[in-house]
């Protein structure tokens, strides 16, 4: 028996105790995603008042170094916490590359409906 097959057989038969704390940690999981997902809701909404900001005052879209200095701060927080730098940085570039959608768009003049689109001009972090 492969490891995978140990790993799914264990896994199709927990005992009554099993299944009711692994239903308990998903249920976990789950709050924490709605609270992930808020955080980043709520992350967006505010790159999109500076994107309207910018543009109200003719400011330039690119912040030079802004960037640099948001994940060099994710990297000393996933240090200090024992995360990988690697993950902490694709997240933060993931997060970083729909703040510009959402900038470029806002910018560019896109109707709030409208501001669905793959353009990066700005730095995404405002």
Same mark, same amino acid.
């Given at each position: 028996?492969?490891?995978?097959?140990?790993?799914?057989? *264990? *896994?199709?038969?927990? =005992?009554?105790?099993?299944?009711? !704390?692994? *239903?308990?940690?998903? +249920?976990?999981?789950? !709050?924490? !995603?709605?609270?992930?997902?808020?955080?980043?809701? +709520?992350?967006?909404?505010?790159?999109?008042?500076? *994107?309207?900001?910018?543009?109200?005052?003719?400011?330039?879209?690119?912040?030079?170094?802004?960037?640099?200095?948001?994940?060099?701060?994710?990297?000393?927080?996933?240090?200090?916490?024992?995360? =990988?730098?690697?993950?902490?940085? =694709?997240?933060?570039?993931?997060?970083?590359?729909?703040?510009?959608?959402?900038? !470029?768009?806002?910018? =560019?003049?896109?109707?709030?409906?409208?501001?669905?689109?793959?353009?990066?001009?700005?730095?995404?972090?405002?």
């Amino acid at each position: 028996m492969s490891v995978t097959d140990r790993h799914h057989t *264990a *896994a199709d038969a927990p =005992s009554t105790q099993a299944a009711a !704390d692994l *239903a308990d940690l998903r +249920a976990e999981l789950d !709050d924490i !995603d709605r609270t992930l997902l808020d955080g980043i809701r +709520a992350r967006l909404e505010v790159c999109g008042r500076v *994107a309207e900001l910018k543009q109200r005052h003719g400011l330039d879209v690119l912040q030079p170094g802004r960037m640099e200095v948001v994940h060099r701060r994710a990297q000393d927080y996933a240090h200090r916490h024992g995360l =990988s730098g690697d993950f902490v940085r =694709s997240l933060y570039t993931l997060l970083i590359d729909e703040a510009c959608r959402v900038e !470029d768009r806002i910018v =560019s003049g896109g109707a709030p409906a409208d501001r669905v689109g793959s353009g990066r001009r700005g730095d995404g972090t405002n």
